[in-house]
């Protein structure tokens, strides 16, 4: 690990003035993957500005009927907060299923999104890896790559997102919310995270030294009909080889709006819109779901030791939308 000093910030602009005064600063919030990766230099930041001072540690109600997620909040606060339980409990699911009850009483709710990929070569400095030192290659690609994206990856990069709250975040069509020297915007959930192309090395589309300041999660939170799905090596403390997010809106057996975000999968979240308006005015049957599963995965690709991900995938898609509509699931 490098040497780097260390300031703690009160707000934003004095955040804002640590960044301007060194070369590589960093903002730390529970670090729990910053300094993983900065054990194994990934990441090799000359100055740490920790931001977990910011006053963004609220969950409180937004004016139309919705709730706001402070960006530092803990994972494991939102997940049991009263109102995320009862109002959104697919996003309870989600960040419960993922990592461990210490991680996630540090984790917060900006440092799940922003975490880094999995794949072992980007961990890994000895071997190239475009994500980390662009231009140097991708080992994964004709390497090991059971954990890797079916979906949405490119010649330079097939890494996956490792966040399952976010994947419930994408179902849920949430605004992330941020603020830099340029002042405060707001990201549409669907276009915070992004695909590699031949960029890899950008994860999301946060401008250099922006913070999240919250997360808005509309009024509709699929109480009633929902489900988190995460298949995985381990029954917990592993990351998702394929999850499914589902909310459904039905009215008797007949579905009125579907939402369904895939984790494990590609580089973000997914989310195929068009897909999803299959089942709407439909019967929530089997067959039905195993269309519109079809249809999510049909332009998935193989890269060898993942490609067993293409059917998985198909299948948990159909198990979430029987269990969010009632249906009886095989074991
Ligand atoms: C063993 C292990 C198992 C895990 N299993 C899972 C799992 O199954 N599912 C899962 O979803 N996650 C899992 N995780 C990941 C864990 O959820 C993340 O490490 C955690 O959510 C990151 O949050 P943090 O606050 O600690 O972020 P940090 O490590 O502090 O920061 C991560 C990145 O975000 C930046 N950052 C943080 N907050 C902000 C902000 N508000 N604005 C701008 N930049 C910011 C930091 O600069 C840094 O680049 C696991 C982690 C470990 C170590
Ligand atoms: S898949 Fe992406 S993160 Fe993994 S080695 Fe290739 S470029 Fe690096």
Request: hydrophobic share 40%.
């Amino acid at each position: 690990m490098n040497r780097f000093t260390y300031a703690s910030v009160a707000d934003t602009n004095a955040a804002f003035a640590e960044l301007d005064e060194h070369d590589t600063p960093r903002y730390i919030a529970g670090g729990t993957n910053l300094l993983d990766l900065m054990k194994v230099n990934v990441e090799k930041p000359d100055h740490l500005i920790d931001i977990t001072h910011l006053a963004f540690n609220k969950i409180e109600d937004t004016p139309d009927g919705g709730l706001r997620l402070g960006a530092l909040v803990t994972n494991a606060d939102t997940a049991w907060n009263e109102q995320v339980e009862k109002r959104y409990p697919l996003l309870s699911k989600a960040i419960l299923a993922g990592a461990s009850a210490q991680l996630r009483n540090m984790a917060t709710n900006g440092g799940n999104m922003l975490q880094r990929t999995r794949c072992y070569y980007f961990y890994d400095t000895a071997t190239p890896c475009n994500k980390r030192e662009p231009g140097s290659g991708c080992s994964a690609i004709n390497g090991y790559n059971r954990i890797h994206a079916i979906l949405g990856a490119s010649e330079d990069c097939i890494a996956t997102h490792p966040s399952d709250m976010a994947v419930a975040l994408a179902a849920l069509n949430a605004m992330v919310n941020v603020t830099g020297k340029d002042g405060d915007r707001s990201i549409p959930f669907a276009d915070f995270h992004r695909l590699p192309g031949d960029r890899p090395d950008l994860d999301n589309t946060l401008s250099a030294g922006e913070i999240i300041t919250s997360i808005d999660v509309p009024p509709n939170g699929f109480a009633n009909h929902f489900e988190y799905l995460k298949v995985r090596d381990r029954a917990s403390y592993a990351f998702a080889l394929v999850s499914v997010a589902v909310g459904l809106e039905m009215d008797g057996n007949i579905i009125k709006e579907a939402r369904i975000a895939l984790g494990g999968v590609a580089h973000k979240p997914w989310r195929n819109t068009e897909a999803e308006g299959l089942l709407t005015g439909q019967v929530a049957l089997t067959e039905n779901f195993k269309k519109v599963a079809d249809a999510i995965i049909q332009d998935a690709k193989g890269y060898g030791d993942n490609t067993f991900k293409i059917e998985l995938a198909k299948r948990a898609i159909v198990r979430a939308l029987s269990t969010a509509a009632g249906l009886e699931v095989q074991a």
